[in-house]
């Protein structure tokens, strides 16, 4: 059986422990992980959940599989500078894109076919290619622009999914929050898992 191939994109949109846990599942279900982060991407994992990384792709991925685990060849960084990188290219799509979070800068310009870096560019392959793309917004309240935006991109057959938590599973802590939102993410790609109780399931 084919291994899956993921890119995960984080961005500078709060909920960089989204992606974390994004990453984690993916790679515990067998896929093999391309992770994009751009700057500001850096600057909240560094806000939010104390991640000092930075330097150059090699140092950056060695961060990451110690936070993420992942066997050999299973986790892969590019930089978002890399245009070389094989996912910029249709002929190396992936078998989905994840942006989690996606600030809506971001999603503004995957709207617009705005690819001035790579994270933009793998977007654009995945819309041109018609392969799964899933956008996970986290901001609030959404003006008329983001919504127009994200209406766009919905018809062309993008997934929007909302970091948004449910409370039907009677949450417990912080972590039952985040899970429920990354098994959303995971459904939206046909990926098993145990995150959250399903209504109606025991």
Known sequence: MKQRHFVVAITGA????YALRTIEEL????????????DAGFAVLREECGLE???????????LRQRVGGADGSLRYFACDDLFAPIASG???????????????TLS???????GNLLE?????????????????????????HLEHMLKLSRLGVRIVPAMPGFYHQPQSM???????VGKVLDS???EHTLFRRWGGE
Not at 122 to 145: G, H, Q, S, Y
């Open 53 to 63: 990384w930075g330097g150059a792709a090699q140092v950056v991925q060695e961060q």
């Open 14 to 17: 709060s909920g960089s422990i």
């Open 27 to 38: 790679l515990r279900s067998g896929a093999r992980v391309s992770v994009l982060i751009s």
């Open 91 to 105: 002929s190396s799509a992936p078998d989905a894109m994840l942006v989690v979070p996606c600030s809506m800068g």
């Open 109 to 115: 310009r995957i709207s617009c076919g705005n690819a």
């Open 175 to 181: 972590e039952d929050l985040v899970d429920f939102v």
């Open 189 to 191: 790609v046909q990926v």
């Open 121 to 145: 560019r793998a977007a654009d392959v995945m819309l041109k290619e018609a392969r799964p793309l899933v956008l996970v917004p986290r901001e609030t309240p959404l003006n008329a622009i």
